[in-house]
């Protein structure tokens, strides 16, 4: 099971976390194009920020993930094989009961599908998931359990 791990001490807040991940989940996959001219996707990690304390936030790939539980349509799974918990936009209704019982806030509105939620998927076309990939400061970690 792969679980990105913030390290809070060593964020800065520049947010190219967040760049990164709508970059990965965009149509073209191109900074320019993702930004200025195809729909922009919904970021799947944000970065929280209080003060000088900053951390990147996203699905924690619960092992009993209570979004899985809760979602009636099916479309919130957990993959069997990577751990990772999916969400499946065909089978999604948009009644955002996941978004109400994550603990973590880390499922969001896809305001433009109405109906599919943005939360991380690990980024699976890629070895390593784009926000840590792209960190300059190593704030976030990959780590197999
Ligand atoms: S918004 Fe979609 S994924 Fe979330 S609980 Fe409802 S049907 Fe399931
Ligand atoms: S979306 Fe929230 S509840 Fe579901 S697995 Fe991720 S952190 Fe856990």
Known sequence: MIRIVPREEYC??????EIHCIVQHSRSKNI???FKSERRPVKRVEVEEEGHVSFALQCRHC???PCVTACLS????KDPRTGAVVNDPERC????TCI???????VRRDEAEHKAV?????CPDLEVPACVANCPNEALLMVEE
């Open 100 to 106: 109400l019982v994550c603990p973590f806030g880390a």
């Open 32 to 34: 320019i194009k993702a």
């Open 12 to 17: 800065i807040g520049c947010r190219l976390c």
């Open 118 to 122: 943005g939360k991380c998927d690990l």
């Open 63 to 65: 092992d009993e993930a």
């Open 74 to 77: 099916g479309a919130m799974q």
């Open 93 to 96: 209704v948009g009644c955002w």
